[in-house]
């Protein structure tokens, strides 16, 4: 019974997790919604996005197209706000073809945005460059300049030590089977030139991609990894060798995955595959891997919160959020202490329920929360 309660208010405005005391507000519409700024032009799939407290001010990058799928139509748009109501107007960016993973990071006092172009054709993956754009936080922000990482698509921006580490995966071919595996973490101490931490990578298992990471209180390295066409990778590193992964497989696919640390606990968000294992092998053959992308493509998935097990090296899940049809890529930035904005895309979370492929179909939209540890 206790169990059948729970299920059941995973769905509500409000959500719970007495365990670990975890709340969320009612999920509110961000994109499209009012208070946008007059500038946007918003269009039916609103997707990959990012936030980042600067200044005292939230900023938010996202991704607005026809479609899930490549167009030349992409625009990618960034506003902030002191409130998380009024919304003003920062910059914009339109290449005539798609736009990616927009990520933002702060530092030596400056903001910087990233994201990558791609190509034209929707039913191809054609990462080309990866642009950067910075401010003060004025409202000016510069000419987006190259960051020369031809190729390679930019997962996740942190700081430590001084440095801007990126987690990034060589993206050209990746559906082919001559594809070049490689997953790399990349340093920078000027926001604009990444130089690998390694002359090796530091993952180069096939469809090794979206290097999720965060460093804990040590400076130890925590991350996860999706294995497109099979299931993903905890990842440890300790401070003394950040190039060096060890890492555990799961079965379970962790897709767009966020991490965060909260009270010396890490935590992730990511896309939950409802009908549980995504595959039965970690390499799987070529046949084996499109059956799987297949059936994964034609499920239903939720955006779900997980704690991470240090011991075990694994992700337990603690609950799912309003979701349906194409949904993730999250966001998150904090308020304060305990309390943090979390935004995440989805289809129409008050409408029926779509599978996966559906919804890349239809029209997403951004929502937000405020996810409470209490």
Known sequence: ???????????????????????????????????????????????????????????????????????????????????????????????????????????????YFYFFEGGKDMLKFQPRHIWMSSTAGDGKWTDKQNTGMDGYVPWRFKTHQGKIYLSAYYGVELYKNKHKAELRLMTSTDGLHFEPISETPQITTKGAEEGEFEFDKEGNLWATIRLEGSGSYVVFASKDSLHVWQHWFSKHKYDSALMFEHKDEMYVVARRHIKGAATKVEVPTATQRRNNLLKYSFSRKYTALYKLDKEKHCLNHLMDFPSTGDNAFPGIAKIDENSYYLLNYSSDIHKREKNWVTGQFGKTYIYWTVLRFL
Request: hydrophobic share 35%; with cysteine; aromatic share 16%.
């Open 1 to 111: 019974m206790k169990k059948i309660l729970l299920i059941g208010l995973l769905f509500l405005s409000q959500n719970s997790f007495s365990q670990d005391s975890i709340s969320t507000t009612a999920w509110q519409k961000l994109i499209p919604s009012e208070n946008l700024p007059k500038e946007f032009k918003i269009r039916h799939s609103n997707n990959n996005l990012d936030i980042m407290k600067y200044k005292s001010r939230y900023y938010v990058g996202f991704r607005t197209a026809p479609t899930h799928f490549a167009s030349k139509k992409t625009m990618t748009y960034v506003m902030s706000s002191e409130d998380f109501n009024d919304w003003r107007y920062e910059c914009e960016f339109y290449v005539g073809a798609d736009m990616r993973e927009p990520r933002f990071v702060v530092y030596k006092d400056s903001l």
